[in-house]
């Protein structure tokens, strides 16, 4: 019989103050959630804000203090406008569903017909019935509460992205403050611009292979004639943040919409393998070249983020689960202790893009002028 491996009782000891350490924090986000997820969000867009800040301040001649005002209304007016464009979106689709019997429901049955011949069924229910079966004011009612929800999320969105934004001169006073030393600045800067470019880089790829696909899914909705071919649009731009989840609402949804809207199959069905022949080309062709090194994620770590996220904060847990992973591996990655789950959050088990064993030499500008570095430290 094989002796077992003997373990110190140190590393045990640590082990278990680790996942206990886990299941707190893990607690503490999901209790903490309404306060948590306005902060985060308001975090990943004044990262964005950052990131458009310094594309137009290099591809344009607009002085700098300008181009954080171009980026902080762009960023801010198109958050803004998705909030408003799928409230109003929703809010009309329910608005309409008081009149499902009247104008929709004889398509609603024959289809239904046609399922229940299609799998050997002799009769199948209309739609009034399905309709009497379900309580249409309950659930109006909580479409409400989600919509005051997201309505006072953005509120709150907005005053935290104000004082982050307020703070960050202060901010970078912090960071030279709790590294005095030019080494040890230079490398808590390294990290935070791993962790920076990582979650730019997602979100660059998300928003242009997602623009993308909204063209091509755009141009094949209005050949079809669906109705709210924009409104589709820009859902699909919106899902598409979120993984896996994402590619099965903006494949299924219009079509399933079509099967009522018109009188043929052959529209839905049209529209159906379009959006999955998109959705292919995308995700397997085009987003993988675009990716490269910035999003060097597992897939299964991806589907568990998602899951995880999605039970702890909802809805914008999903939208941010994998720029959290993304964030989580290039901090990891960062101490001997901890590298390890970084490799195996990895794609390929390197959590760097470039891997370099001696110490980086710090920039003789910023060795010549300190101030240097603590403009670095811009968030």
Not at 198 to 208: F, S
Not at 238 to 243: A, K, L, Q, R, T
């Amino acid at each position: 019989m094989k002796t077992p491996i003997a373990l110190p009782a140190s590393t045990v000891s640590r082990n278990a103050l680790v996942l206990i350490a886990v299941v707190a924090g893990g607690a503490a986000v999901f209790w903490l959630r309404d306060i948590l997820t306005p902060l985060a969000m308001a975090l990943f867009l004044m990262i964005m804000i950052d990131g458009v800040k310094r594309s137009i301040e290099a591809r344009t001649p607009v002085p700098s203090r300008w181009a954080g005002v171009a980026a902080l209304l762009v960023v801010v007016l198109g958050f803004l406008a998705s909030i408003a464009v799928i409230t109003n979106g929703a809010l009309n689709f329910f608005s309409e569903a008081s009149g499902v019997t009247t104008r929709i429901g004889p398509r609603i049955d024959q289809i239904l017909a046609d399922g229940s011949r299609l799998f050997g069924a002799e009769t199948a229910p209309t739609a009034s019935q399905l309709i009497a079966q379900l309580d249409l004011r309950a659930w109006l009612g909580r479409f409400a509460g989600q919509v005051s929800g997201v309505l006072s999320g953005a509120f709150f969105v907005m005053v935290y992205l104000g004082f982050l934004l307020a703070a960050q001169n202060g901010f970078r006073r912090k960071i030279v403050g709790l590294f005095p030393g030019r080494a040890a600045r230079s490398e808590a800067l390294e990290v935070f611009a791993r962790v920076r470019g990582g979650v730019e880089g997602y979100l660059w790829v998300q928003t242009v292979t997602g623009a993308m696909i909204c063209a091509a899914a755009w141009l094949l909705m209005r050949a079809v004639g669906l109705q709210n071919a924009e409104f589709w649009t820009f859902v699909i731009f919106i899902v598409g943040f979120i993984p896996v989840l994402g590619g099965a609402v903006a494949g299924l949804a219009p079509p399933l919409f079509a099967l009522v809207q018109f009188e043929s199959y052959w529209p839905a069905l049209i529209l159906l393998i379009g959006l999955q022949v998109i959705l292919f080309i995308s995700g397997n062709l085009i987003q993988p070249r675009m990716q490269g090194d910035n999003q060097n994620i597992d897939p299964v770590v991806v589907l568990l983020s998602l899951a995880l996220w999605g039970q702890l904060w909802g809805v914008v847990g999903m939208f941010l689960s994998t720029p959290l992973a993304v964030m989580a591996m290039a901090v990891l990655a960062e101490f001997k202790g901890s590298r390890w789950m970084a490799i195996l959050l990895s794609g390929d088990g390197e959590p760097y893009a470039q891997e370099d064993d001696e110490p980086e030499v710090e920039p003789a500008s910023t060795r010549r002028n300190p101030a240097a570095a603590e403009g670095a430290a811009r968030p």
